[in-house]
């Protein structure tokens, strides 16, 4: 069974940094596209960032410049790497993973997500 585990959030004051890290593992022959998606508190959950297996990556405008996302294959990992964080970053940050099992196809997973809050 794949399971998606975040780690990295916390509390950091405005212009800090944080590094998030979202392994997954299980059941699957390959990891496709990895990505974070975050949601503050009374609003819809927006895509952050997007990495495929080949390094293309793709970022929402709110991010670009301040958001670095990253992976390792070997370790089925992607990372964000945040600095110059605001306030308006602070929300559940969510990691997102495409899985390719034999058989079945590429399937869609989600973790549970991590806390990012940001002071002024």
């Known amino acids: 069974q794949v399971q998606v585990v975040e780690s990295g959030g916390g509390l950091v004051q405005a212009g800090g940094s944080l590094r998030l890290s979202c392994a997954a593992s299980g059941g699957f022959d390959m990891i496709n596209a990895m990505g974070w998606y975050r949601q503050a508190p009374e609003k819809q959950r927006e895509f952050v960032a997007t990495i495929t297996r080949g390094d293309s990556t793709a970022y929402t405008d709110s991010v670009r410049g301040r958001f670095t996302i990253s992976r390792d294959n070997a370790k089925n990992t992607v990372y964000l790497q945040m600095n110059s964080l605001k306030p308006e970053d602070t929300a559940v940050y969510s990691c997102?993973?495409?899985?390719?099992?034999?058989?079945?196809?590429?399937?869609?997973?989600w973790g549970q997500g991590t806390q990012v809050t940001v002071s002024s």
């Open positions: 997102n993973v495409d899985a390719w099992i034999v058989g079945s196809g590429v399937r869609n997973y």
